[in-house]
């Protein structure tokens, strides 16, 4: 608790939280963090519980949100719309059971049921006689907004109910008994949203017309469904989950997994990876596997929501304050905050990209403090108005480099600097170029400028690459301005009198290096068609290459229409890889690396293990937990299976890890299969693990999706 007056700091705090509230829930512009407005709000429930005294009727702690929007009928819920409380760690979870055990007693027998929590606008939708009635904003939990004419333009919503047909028994793995009948009135609470990736593909279509874009998915999906005009809400992605129930009349429902399934009979979409579980560390364990797996969900979540399954405990629980406390919400680590933009930077690439970034104060997002975050391209600042100075939203999302989602223009003083391009390279002075078509600018000098040789040394020296141990950014920099290094086959020029007196290089550490170099001799030739750094060539065009070709000398050598006509080479690459070796100084450098004894041929094809993936097509993305994706690629290759580097229809499985990005989104938009590391190992079979060069009995890695249901677990076969 800070030190000074605690009521001048607790009307301090209530009308911070207030405006913060208005901007968030009513104008749809933010203008602090969830995790600052969670801090304050934490900081003021302190205070109040320190002195009573400071307790208003109006202060936010007494609320659920802000008011409704004035444009809209007000609707008042027949009952509250209420909030979560938070649990921000596993003892926050535990306090919170020992709770619930200490208000029921010790032996009472509880079930949970848990799901992520979405993070979009909370609706309340009234059916009556099986009719789509009404439907309004949560608004500040007593009264909302009347949205219904844009709710009917939601796909999800259904506009009658379909009629359920009764349910298997309680424990069957499938579903509790439900109600025959359709109610004769009910109110369902859910969630409007918009998919990550639509998103993203509306924010660029706004951007295409000159209009403004959204800050994030929550504010894209409440924009649209705030639109005076219904059918500019139709022409927008949103998507509906519903959670729960408000009244319910003509049926009785007797717990939460039964009305999730009760709602799924009647028609409502209901997230397909809630659990009931009878037992609180699986429940725990669950939110451990979510909050590793976030990044591979298509829409944005913050959390996981716990909620005691019966409603009769439900009821004695209660509600204390504005959080009922048979439910709470378990905060993923914070992945966007606020803070100023101090200098926008530019960095060259190993291409000739320049890149601009974005310098800030620190901020810690999840644990880790964020100086730096990526701005895109030209187009992206222009287009959102970035200028240095201001406050900027800032997004780290799993392990992937953060980046500026916008400015917080409430928060503008005036002072900010418009930005614009440099018109050359701030490396070696080069004017830049910009191909048509393309937002990248490039510094044109491939051959000489001393920021793309860093970074080419740095992609050649890579675990994907040529994997030299003991050289990387800083070491690949430090060679390029000693002027050791004037293209990657100079670091096989390398001896231990380049780093005699040299500060930090011992003997032991001489040693190692010139061995990790001479080691790297040995690699694969698709491994150095990755380390040259061509255009749009990956580790999997890459073995399609060296497979088809059989010696770099080969591919040197061939002509765009005998590329293209490799199945997974397409015209981009194609071009690409005869742009490349139609290089002098490429071809100059091939000759450096023969002479210095690297391997410019394929060996002998590797033995199939089995034919158990032919005819099927494999795209990886993201971090898998035991292997790397070029192990993940040899495992398929080992089996039949083929490894493509984009996602379409013809694909068979998209395999996912940590941290998986667009391809997953894609998938899910196709309806493409996704499966995780043990999904494919069983796809191979797991007599064949060994096979394909894997451990026989790899142990089971933390972080992997819910297992299939154990006693005492029920899933939703959705």
Not at 106 to 118: G, Q, T
Not at 134 to 149: H, I, N, P, S, W
Not at 247 to 258: A, F, I, N, R, Y
Request: proline content about 7%.
């Amino acid at each position: 608790m800070p030190e000074g007056d605690p009521a001048r700091r607790a009307a301090e705090l209530r009308e911070i939280l207030t405006e913060a509230n208005y901007r968030y829930h009513v104008l749809d512009d933010p203008s602090i963090s969830d995790a600052e407005y969670d801090s304050l709000m934490r900081e003021l429930q302190a205070l109040e519980a320190a002195h009573p005294e400071l307790q208003t009727p109006d202060s936010p702690t007494r609320r659920v949100g802000g008011p409704p929007a004035s444009q809209f009928a007000k609707v008042r819920h027949p009952l509250p719309m209420l909030s979560l409380g938070n649990a921000m760690d596993e003892a926050g979870l535990r306090e919170w059971q020992a709770r619930v055990l200490r208000l029921l007693g010790p032996d009472a027998p509880l079930a949970y049921v848990a799901e992520p929590k979405i993070d979009g606008l909370a609706v309340a939708l009234t059916y009556r006689d099986g009719q789509f009635v009404q439907g309004a904003t949560r608004g500040d939990g007593e009264v909302g907004e009347d949205v219904t004419a844009n709710l009917r333009t939601v796909g999800g919503i259904p506009l009658r109910l379909r009629p359920p047909d009764g349910g298997g028994e309680e424990g069957d793995g499938t579903s509790p008994p439900l109600p025959a009948a359709l109610p004769t009135s009910i109110e369902v609470r859910g969630e409007v949203y918009i998919r990550i990736a639509d998103f993203e593909a509306l924010n660029e279509r706004l951007a295409a017309a000159g209009e403004k874009i959204f800050a994030n998915a929550r504010n894209s999906a409440a924009g649209t469904l705030r639109q005076k005009d219904p059918a500019l809400t139709a022409a927008r992605p949103l998507r509906f989950f519903a959670y729960g129930v408000g009244p319910v009349e003509g049926v009785e429902l007797t717990s939460q997994w039964q009305t999730l399934h009760y709602l799924r009979a009647l028609g409502f979409p209901v997230n397909s990876d809630a659990r009931r579980f009878e037992r609180f560390d699986e429940v725990l364990a669950y939110c451990r596997q979510w909050m590793a797996r976030r990044d591979q969900l298509p829409y944005e979540a913050d959390g996981i929501v716990i909620k005691v399954d019966s409603f009769a405990q439900q009821r004695e629980l209660g509600v204390v304050q504005r959080d009922p406390r048979w439910a709470i919400a378990f905060k993923f680590p914070a992945r966007e905050a606020i803070t100023r933009l101090t200098r926008i930077v530019v960095n060259v690439g190993r291409t000739g990209v320049v890149t601009p970034n974005a310098e800030l104060e620190p901020v810690q997002i999840g644990g880790v403090t964020v100086r730096n975050a990526s701005l895109h391209n030209a187009d992206y600042i222009a287009q959102r108005d970035i200028r240095e100075g201001d406050y900027v939203t800032v997004k780290r999302a799993g392990d992937v480099i953060p980046y500026v989602v916008g400015p917080v223009l409430s928060r503008r003083t005036g002072t900010e600097r418009p930005w614009s391009f440099p018109a050359t390279c701030p490396a070696c002075g080069t004017p830049l170029e910009r191909v048509e078509g393309e937002a990248a600018w490039r510094c044109p000098n491939f051959g000489i400028c001393p920021a793309q040789l860093v970074r080419r040394v740095e992609h050649f020296v890579s675990r994907g690459a040529m994997d030299i141990v003991g050289i990387g950014e800083r070491q690949a920099e430090q060679f390029v301005t000693l002027g050791w290094i004037k293209d990657v086959a100079d670091l096989y020029s390398l001896s231990a009198a380049h780093f005699e007196g040299l500060e930090g290089y011992g003997p032991k550490r001489i040693a190692n290096l010139l061995q990790a170099i001479e080691e790297s001799k040995q690699r694969p030739l698709e491994r150095l068609i990755v380390g040259l750094g061509i255009r749009f060539v990956g580790s999997v065009a890459a073995a399609d290459l060296a497979r088809h070709f059989g010696s770099l000398d080969a591919i040197m050598a061939a002509s765009e229409a005998e590329l293209v006509a490799i199945d997974g080479i397409g015209p981009v690459v194609a071009a690409s890889v005869v742009q490349f070796f139609g290089r002098e100084e490429n071809r100059r450098v091939v000759e450096k690396l023969r002479a210095a004894g690297l391997r410019l041929t394929a060996g002998a094809p590797r033995q199939r293990a089995s034919d158990g993936l032919a005819g099927k097509t494999f795209v990886l993305t993201g971090t898998l937990p035991s292997m790397t994706r070029e192990q993940a690629a040899e495992l398929i290759q080992a089996h039949g299976g083929k490894v493509s580097e984009s996602v379409s229809k013809k694909t068979s499985y998209v395999v996912a890890g940590a941290s998986a990005g667009s391809k997953l989104a894609r998938a899910q938009q196709l309806g493409v299969p996704v499966l995780d590391e043990e999904g494919l190992l069983a796809l191979v079979g797991a007599d064949d693990r060994r096979a394909g060069g894997l451990p026989a009995t790899p142990t089971e890695p933390e972080g992997q999706p819910p297992a299939p249901a154990a006693e005492g677990q029920l899933t939703m076969d959705l």
